[in-house]
C-alpha cells in the first residue's frame, strides 16, 4: 500500500473547543440548534477553521460490474449499470437532479464497466470489465484491488484542486449489495442472515439465496479480516475501492467526507481498515434501509443525520444531505450575536 496514505492529518479539537464556545455566543438558547451546531464543530475540526465552507461540493461517482450477478443476487440486469452511466452523462439521474440541486462539481468515473462506453464527459479509469463472480473466483487480483484504490485517491485530490469543499461518493453497481454484505460478514464476524438485503428490490425467495451464495463463496474465498485490500481482492468490488481511495484522499486534504448508504459506508470501512483516523473527516448522512448498514453504522460508530427510507445509492442521501450541513456551516457564519445584535441574556 502506498505511502501517501498515511498522511492524514489529525482533526484540531481546539479549533473544535473555539467554535463551540463561539456558537454559545449566537443568539438562541444554548444547545437550541442541537446536531446542527454539533455538525459546525467537526466541520471546524475537520477543515481547521473557524468558519468552514462546504460549498461547492465535489460528487464522484464510480460505476462498476459485478461478476457474482450471474448467481442471481439482483433485480436487476447487469447491463443497467452500463444504462445507468450513460443516465448520469445525459444528467438524468437523481444524483444529477440533486447534484444541479446543491452546486456540486460532478464527475463520473468508470473504474469497472462490463462494456466500453465512448462520451466526453466520461472519466475512464477502467481496470477491468467488471469484476470476477467471487462465488467462483476472486472478484480481482490484489495489484487490481489496489490500483482501484489508487484510482480513487488520485480522483478524490483532482476534485479537491479544482475547488470542491468536501465529497460525496457514489457508486452505480448491478451486484454491488452483494459485495458490500460479504465485506462486512467478514469485517463484523455477524451471521450472513443479517448482513444481506433486498438490493435493488429482489423477492423474499431470493433474499434467502442471495444469504446463501454469499455465505458459500465466503468459505470458498476465505479473505483476511486484518488485510482490506485481501477482502476488495476477494470480493469486490471495484467501484468500492475507488471510493475508499477517494475517502482517503480527502481525508488527507481535510476535506469533509458526505458519507452515502450501505455501500459507502462498507467502503469507508475498508478506508478505516487501510488508514484509522480517515473515519474523523466522515459524516454519515442518512440511513439506508438495507439492513447492514445499522451494522456498518455502528462498526463505523456514526449516526446518521436523516432517514429517508433511501435506498437508491448513486450518491443521493449525501447529496440531499448536503444542505443541511451547509444550514450548520451558514449558522455559524451569518448569525447575529447576543453583543451585535444587542439582545440582552439577563
Ligand atoms: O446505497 C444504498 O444503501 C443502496 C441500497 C440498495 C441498492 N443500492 C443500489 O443498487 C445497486 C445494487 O443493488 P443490487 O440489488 O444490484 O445488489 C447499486 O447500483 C446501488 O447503487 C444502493
Ligand atoms: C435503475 C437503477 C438506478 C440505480 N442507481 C443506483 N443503483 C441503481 C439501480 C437501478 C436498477
Redesign the pocket.
Known amino acids: 500500500m502506498k505511502q501517501h496514505f498515511e498522511l492524514i492529518p489529525k482533526v484540531n479539537k481546539e479549533m473544535g473547543r473555539q467554535v463551540s464556545e463561539y456558537i454559545n455566543t449566537l443568539t438562541k438558547p444554548i444547545g437550541s440548534l442541537g446536531r446542527l451546531e454539533e455538525l459546525a464543530i467537526e466541520l471546524a475540526e475537520m477543515k481547521n477553521e473557524a468558519f468552514p465552507s462546504v460549498t461547492p461540493p465535489g460528487v464522484l461517482v464510480f460505476a462498476a460490474d459485478h461478476g457474482i450477478t450471474d448467481e442471481g443476487v439482483s433485480?436487476?440486469p447487469k447491463a443497467?449499470t452500463e444504462?445507468?452511466v450513460r443516465?448520469f452523462l445525459n444528467g438524468g439521474?437523481?444524483?444529477n437532479v440533486f447534484s444541479r440541486q446543491i452546486g456540486a462539481l460532478l464527475e463520473v468515473i468508470d473504474i469497472g464497466v462490463a462494456n466500453d462506453i465512448e462520451h466526453e464527459s466520461l472519466i475512464n479509469k477502467k481496470i477491468r470489465y467488471g469484476t470476477g463472480n467471487f462465488y467462483r473466483e476472486d472478484a480481482m487480483s490484489r495489484e487490481e484491488a489496489e490500483q482501484a484504490i489508487e484510482v480513487g485517491y488520485q480522483q478524490g485530490l483532482q476534485i479537491i484542486k479544482k475547488g470542491a469543499q468536501c465529497l460525496i461518493l457514489g457508486?452505480?453497481?448491478?451486484g454491488n449489495t452483494s459485495s458490500s454484505s460479504a465485506i462486512l460478514a467478514v469485517l463484523s464476524n455477524r451471521d450472513m442472515s443479517l448482513l444481506v438485503g433486498k438490493g435493488?428490490g429482489i423477492s423474499d425467495e431470493t433474499l434467502v439465496h442471495k444469504a446463501e451464495i454469499i455465505k458459500q463463496a465466503l468459505e470458498r474465498r476465505n479473505p483476511n479480516p486484518n488485510d482490506p485490500i485481501d477482502i476488495v481482492a476477494k470480493v469486490g468490488g471495484l467501484e468500492i475501492a475507488g471510493i475508499a481511495g477517494a475517502m482517503l484522499a480527502a481525508a488527507s486534504k481535510r476535506a469533509p467526507i458526505l458519507v452515502d448508504g450501505f455501500i459507502c459506508t462498507v467502503a469507508a470501512l475498508i478506508a478505516k481498515s487501510i488508514s484509522p483516523g480517515v473515519d474523523d473527516y466522515m459524516i454519515v448522512t442518512h440511513q439506508s434501509i438495507e439492513p447492514g448498514h445499522q451494522i456498518a453504522l455502528s462498526l463505523l460508530g456514526k449516526k446518521p443525520i436523516i432517514d429517508l427510507g433511501l435506498r437508491?445509492?448513486?450518491g443521493t442521501g449525501a447529496a440531499i444531505s448536503h444542505s443541511i450541513i451547509q444550514s450548520s456551516t451558514l449558522m455559524l457564519k451569518e448569525m447575529a450575536t447576543f453583543h451585535s445584535a444587542g439582545i440582552s441574556k439577563e
Not at 457508486?171 to 448491478?174: A, K, P, Q, R, T
Open positions: 433485480a436487476y443497467v444504462q445507468m443516465n439521474a437523481a444524483i457508486e452505480m453497481g448491478i435493488t437508491l445509492g448513486e
